[in-house]
């Protein structure tokens, strides 16, 4: 069975203090720390511990907070990307940790999906860490929130970027766009009409809750981030007899981690090889 898993443990905590995020600057306490560390050397021992039942996993890591600036986080992406049957494994991060764990682990597994907070970090020093990236023979994509201010240096980075990294854009939570300001942030993202508008859901099919799975820190499985409903835990194995097709019970769905799997759009084919890690297929390769 090819099973994705969208796992976001209790960590809460994030160096930045974007605006647009209701989870910036928390600070998790030690206990909370480790308590997000034990939850995910739990997830790590049980995904390797499924290489004898023939599962093929595939793994995004979506914190709340920022996930490596903490060893816990790297180590965990190293040692998965070294198990044959882990198919990619893969991180959201605003990459203000340091690159050089990545020379230790599997780059052909393992990817990133890194995103640019201007005003939380200098454009150099990000675009720094992107060419560090690059020279290791990195796997990732950028993006940036697309809120007005952003643009310009949005497109800085579209110049700057090699054409082989895929520069997304996210709309804007609560901002409407015209047409022009659609078609300005399309041109640097010809994808940005995806997630222009939230898209239709309800009644429609959805990968999720048969081949994709988010998974909390305690082990309890839901179909995705956006639906409370449990399906059962990881750790007993109670939630597969609960794998079966369903269509999605909201009205719509306007996060990328979620309608990248409605069944209704063809983004698995745009997104094919790298649906996990935001990279479209012919994008990613060394150039």
């Given at each position: 069975?090819?099973?994705?898993?969208?796992?976001?443990?209790?960590?809460?905590?994030c160096?930045?203090?974007?605006?647009?995020?209701?989870?910036?600057?928390?600070?998790?306490?030690?206990?909370?720390?480790?308590?997000?560390?034990a939850?995910?050397?739990?997830?790590?021992?049980?995904?390797a511990?499924?290489?004898?039942?023939?599962?093929?996993?595939?793994?995004l890591?979506?914190?709340?907070?920022?996930?490596?600036?903490?060893?816990?986080?790297?180590?965990?992406?190293?040692?998965?990307?070294?198990?044959?049957?882990?198919?990619?494994?893969?991180?959201?991060?605003?990459?203000?940790?340091?690159?050089?764990?990545?020379?230790?682990?599997?780059?052909?597994?393992?990817?990133?999906w890194?995103?640019?907070?201007?005003?939380?970090?200098?454009?150099?020093?990000?675009?720094?860490?992107?060419?560090?990236l690059?020279?290791?023979?990195?796997?990732?994509?950028?993006?940036?929130?697309?809120?007005?201010?952003?643009?310009?240096?949005?497109?800085?980075?579209?110049?700057?970027?090699?054409?082989?990294?895929y520069?997304?854009?996210?709309?804007?939570?609560?901002?409407t766009?015209?047409?022009?300001?659609?078609?300005?942030?399309?041109?640097?993202?010809?994808?940005?009409?995806?997630?222009?508008h939230?898209?239709?859901?309800?009644?429609?099919?959805?990968?999720?809750?048969?081949?994709?799975?988010?998974?909390?820190?305690?082990?309890t499985?839901?179909?995705?981030?956006?639906v409370?409903?449990?399906?059962?835990?990881?750790?007993?194995d109670?939630?597969?007899?609960?794998?079966?097709?369903?269509?999605?019970?909201?009205?719509?769905?306007?996060?990328?981690?979620?309608?990248?799997?409605?069944e209704?759009?063809?983004?698995?084919d745009?997104?094919?090889?790298?649906v996990l890690?935001?990279?479209p297929?012919?994008?990613?390769?060394?150039?």
């Open positions: 069975m090819d099973l994705t898993l969208l796992y976001r443990g209790p960590l809460a905590s160096d930045y203090d974007c605006p647009y995020c209701p989870f910036a600057k928390r600070r998790d306490s030690r206990e909370q720390l480790r308590a997000d560390r939850a995910l050397e739990r997830f790590t021992g049980w995904a511990a499924q290489q004898p039942t023939g599962d093929r996993l595939s793994v890591f979506t914190p709340w907070g920022e996930g490596l600036v903490r060893s816990w986080y790297r180590r965990a992406l190293t040692e998965l990307s070294h198990l044959p049957h882990l198919r990619r494994v893969a991180i959201q991060t605003n990459l203000s940790c340091r690159t050089d764990w990545l020379a230790g682990a599997d780059l052909d597994t393992l990817a990133l890194c995103t640019f907070h201007p005003g939380q970090t200098p454009y150099d020093r990000f675009l720094g860490k992107t060419r560090e690059a020279a290791l023979g990195a796997r990732f994509s950028v993006g940036v929130v697309g809120l007005p201010e952003h643009h310009a240096l949005a497109a800085r980075l579209r110049r700057e970027l090699p054409a082989e990294v520069l997304w854009i996210n709309a804007a939570e609560g901002h766009y015209t047409d022009a300001e659609a078609a300005a942030w399309t041109a640097l993202d010809p994808l940005f009409p995806y997630s222009r939230p898209h239709r859901s309800a009644g429609l099919p959805c990968r999720t809750g048969e081949s994709v799975l988010s998974v909390d820190g305690d082990g499985v839901r179909r995705c981030h956006f409370p409903t449990e399906l059962g835990n990881l750790y007993d109670t939630f597969r007899p609960a794998l079966r097709p369903r269509p999605c019970p909201l009205t719509s769905c306007d996060c990328h981690i979620g309608y990248v799997h409605l209704t759009l063809p983004l698995y745009v997104f094919a090889g790298g890690e935001r990279i297929a012919g994008y990613g390769i060394a150039g």
